[in-house]
């Protein structure tokens, strides 16, 4: 099986190392070439186009920034669509809105082409670790057939129905890490206040009742200044919008959301967009 990789970030640099890992022969893309140069160096094999990518690879995954840049891989000139063949299969692990999930299922199926939304979670630690949570929409026959593939750098894989559903799934993921990260922010802003020793504490706590991933991952990023990116600040704002447009169908109110997107959307337009979510903390200390 060949598989085809685009948008190689944060996440996407590990799980190519995990595929090539697996043995796979491993084409890939990314609208900046440079970022796929270490790639090449232990086996990657570049090419010009999602379009290319589709012509030559049997599973074709892409994970990009925005519901835009998704269509523009897979609707553009040059995009996956123009280069599918009747064994296709694309999985997008973006996070983006299930409504576009549903489209591109549905122009996958007018073509005979099997399509998976399975966003992912587990940031960059689980992405380079090998061992992130895949959460899917679509028919079962195809996640069955790209499951070896997925099973390289993932240590889960659930399907949650039909097409759509995976996004839901990532939209429920984001909304409790919202309120983690706000709980993490502001249990430190106030130990830093109260002159408490912030390793003991993030040591203590995270061994009891409030112990949680964002506090495992992010805390000792915080104490040590380290603000580079596991998941940018404005994706999180982006996570937080869709989770709020989707609610707001539903006629569901969201309080915590709210609050979580209006703290995420001041920190990314005071300079922050680019760094990782543990920078909240910034809100309340630099």
Known sequence: MKVGFIG?????????????????ELFVYNR???KADNLVEIGAIWLDSPREVAEQADVVITIVGYPKDIEEVYYGEQGLFNGAHSDSIFIDMTTSTPSLAIELAEKSKERGIGILDAPVTG?????????????????????????????????????FGESGAGQHAKVVNQIMVAGTMLGLAEMMAYAKQADLDLTKLVDTIGAGAASNRSL?????????KDYSPGFFVKHFVKDLKIALDEAEKMSLDLPMTQLAHKLYTQLAEIGHADEGTQAIVKLWWD
């Open 123 to 159: 940031g960059d630690v689980g992405a380079r670790e090998g061992r992130l949570a895949v959460l899917v929409g679509g028919d079962e026959d195809v996640l069955e057939k790209a499951r070896p593939v997925i099973e390289s750098f993932a240590a889960s894989i659930t399907r």
């Open 216 to 224: 495992e991952n992010y805390g000792p990023r915080i104490i040590k």
């Open 32 to 34: 900046t070439k440079s």
């Open 8 to 24: 190689l970030g944060v996440m996407g640099q590990s799980m190519v190392g995990h595929i090539l890992d697996a043995g796979y």
